[in-house]
């Protein structure tokens, strides 16, 4: 099998695994109880939680764990909308192309009577910081841009958007679950309030995540044991968030070889698509995107359609971001970025791993042809 799909998710490291199975089998205790197993997992949070914020340039205390990215997106727009009191309304800010996480979490607000206002981006899948400052109003209460988009790889002025708002004194999240692991990711040069992480992405277990949030300024989100500092209760996944620890430090690794590595196998594979595949298309920026990202468009081909013919050829790649891959229209990103719905779902998204051979490039791109071609056959 050739997997080209590490934005859904990524196999779990061996290095991860041998670090969870300790604390699912052997250190197994809850860490809220006073005796010796509990105590020692106790310390193993949060030394968890030390060496998660260093990877970001934080503060431990600025830490809290979750079920993954997008409870984080979810618990800092709700907290948003909370924050509105008395008459005042609240009026939060995103990008047109979040992820389903903010979207749909946007819409559920807007029900509830805050007002959403979407930020257009360019042809090439990055925000229009003028759209921005246009939409910004006294009741403004966050900014929400993602920091990678999921699905076209486009890296977000998100520095800029943190340096808009702060003339405004309006807090800033970004999604990273696309980012963390795949580029530098620091609170502080980036100047943002809250920032969300997901653990499979890079290596680690399905099921956990953190939230960085500035000064632990948000409102408790789920009430229990107290937890979390009091903001977010229920029993800590050990296990997963041991496990995030050490998948976030393998990430840091040689975090800038990779890239490179991963531009070279990017390039190749990209270049060889456009070049030989005609009526191909690459979406978003063709520089200013991570290193493992592709997503392109096959005219007169079913996105969908082309993804199973390369599963039969052992290749697993992506019609757009899994997380939307049960709505059933085109992708609201390629929308955003003016495909219209033909074009939309003649897509599919290549993401990378690690280890990918030029023997496997060469696969991958010549299996892609045959499939096109003779899906574009079968349509005439």
């Not at 290095?15 to 509990?38: A, H, L, Q, T, W």
């Not at 990378?352 to 991958?364: F, M």
């Amino acid at each position: 099998m050739l997997y080209l799909d590490n934005a859904a998710t990524t196999p779990l490291l061996p290095e991860v695994r041998k670090v969870m199975m300790n604390y699912m089998v052997d250190n197994f205790g809850n860490p809220s109880s006073i005796y010796k197993i509990g105590r020692m997992n106790k310390i193993a949070v949060e030394e968890a939680r030390k060496s998660i914020a260093k990877t970001i340039g934080a503060c431990q205390d600025d830490i809290f764990f979750t079920s993954g990215g997008t409870e984080s997106d979810n618990w800092v727009l709700e907290s948003a909308a909370e924050s509105a009191t008395g008459s005042d309304s609240a009026h939060i800010i995103v990008s047109a192309i979040e992820h389903p996480a903010v979207i749909n979490k946007c819409i559920q607000l807007k029900k509830r009577g805050c007002d959403v206002d979407y930020i257009k981006t360019d042809k090439n899948g990055i925000i229009n910081t003028d759209d921005l400052i246009s939409k910004i109003r006294d009741d403004t209460k966050l900014i929400s841009v993602m920091l990678v988009n999921n699905e076209i790889g486009t890296i977000q002025p998100v520095k800029n958007v943190c340096n808009i708002a702060a003339e405004y004194a309006i807090p800033v999240h970004t999604d990273a679950v696309a980012a963390y692991g795949h580029i530098p990711v620091n609170v502080k040069e980036l100047g943002v309030d809250y920032l969300s992480v997901s653990a499979h992405k890079i290596g680690g277990a399905k099921g956990t995540g953190f939230l960085y949030a500035k000064a632990a300024n948000i409102n408790p989100y789920i009430c229990g044991g107290g937890q979390e500092k009091g903001k977010r209760s229920g029993t800590e996944n050990v296990a997963g968030i041991m496990g995030l620890a050490k998948a976030a430090e393998i990430a840091q690794e040689k975090l800038d070889s990779r890239i490179e590595e991963e531009n070279i196998t990017k390039n190749y594979i990209t270049n060889r698509i456009l070049r030989e595949i005609k009526g191909s298309t690459l979406n978003g920026d063709y520089k200013k995107r991570i290193s493992g990202n592709m997503n392109f468009a096959f005219a007169g081909v079913n996105g969908g359609e082309l993804v199973i013919m390369l599963d039969k050829n052992g290749i697993c790649v992506s019609a757009g971001s899994a997380c939307h891959g049960n709505s059933g229209g085109p992708s609201h990103v390629l929308k955003a970025i003016g495909l219209d719905d033909e074009a939309a779902q003649s897509s599919i998204r290549l993401t990378l791993g690690r280890g990918l051979t030029k023997k496997e490039c060469d696969y991958c791109v010549e299996c892609i042809k045959r499939a096109v071609q003779e899906l574009r056959s079968n349509a005439v």
